[in-house]
């Protein structure tokens, strides 16, 4: 954060067990402005250490390695100077699953999970349907078809995804992180712009639904953002143009052409494009007229979900 003091470990180089780090550590990020400081602690030596967090609790008094104790100096500095946890420790839990992140990928968010849990509400709705082709469109750090994936691994369902991209890190990011949670044979990754890797659909067939968390920040909300979004999160991750729906536009207009009569469209949305958003998918006519929308933990509308026409 740009408006904190930097202050320097002091003393923090001479803790030589858990529990001095814990204390040291919590003073110096509460120092420089950190507001949950000392679950912020706990966190970075979970971390550090590849232990739970419990662990850490318990086994104050363990010694911890000098080599040990110097990178967590270094992650103090990095989050006190403003770097998000997730850089940080390279990871974020995700619906229960630890997803690698890296400053090429947007960090998942809470509002997400909502996102999944719909989606995974609507495949339930088909039991007699045990083969269900999905395409995630912006993949990031594979967090959608991963997660749906696994969830549905031992519940006799086939689900064969398709994940698009057009940064080839967040491509081999997703990647590595399917094959990390054993989900690499159900989904199938490609770089390229939107529905660009699919035009041709004799080769990749239609789709049961079509999911995206596509950016949608407009220039006015950027400008606004905390730093810690602002300046290390990647901006391609997050602009959706002047308005913030520039992607909806195209996502819409072209998402009927790769769905299959009756296939749905999930979406999360800025707490703010309900309204432009339905109205976009009103305007389409290959689209069904009830549109079913949901809203964050906070109350905000934060997805919407609507369905091809079973005559188109």
Known sequence: MSALLLKKPGKQMNAKCIGELLIKGELFLKGN????????????????LSRERSYIYINRNMPVPSIKIE????WLKMRSGGTPLQYIT??????????AV???????RPET??????????????????????????VGSGV????????????????????????SEAIGL???????????????????????????????????????NPPYISKNEWDNLPDEIRLFEPALALLGGEKGIDFYKIIIKEAPEFLKP????????????????CRLINDNTNFQEEIKTFRDYYQNDRGIIAFKRASC
């Open 33 to 48: 402005g950190i507001i949950d400081a000392e679950q912020e602690a706990v966190l970075l030596l979970s971390y550090l």
């Open 174 to 212: 997703a990647s590595r992180n399917a094959r990390r949670l054993h989900c690499q044979n159900n989904i199938h990754f490609f770089q390229g712009n939107l529905f660009q890797p699919f035009r041709r659909k004799e080769q990749f067939g239609y789709f049961d639904g079509i999911i995206s």
């Open 102 to 108: 890296t400053k090429k990928v947007l960090i998942p």
């Open 113 to 138: 999970e909502l996102l999944v849990e719909k989606v995974i509400q609507l495949i339930e709705m088909f039991p007699e349907r045990k083969q269900i082709c999905l395409l995630d469109i912006g």
């Open 90 to 99: 390279g990871f974020q839990n995700f619906m229960g699953l630890e997803f």
């Open 71 to 74: 990178k967590f100096n270094q």
């Open 144 to 167: 959608i078809p991963i997660t749906i994936c696994h969830y549905f691994k031992d519940k006799n369902k086939n689900i064969d995804f398709h994940a698009v991209d057009i940064s």
């Open 262 to 277: 009756g296939g749905f469209l999930a979406l999360e949305i800025g707490h703010q494009q309900k309204n432009i958003v």
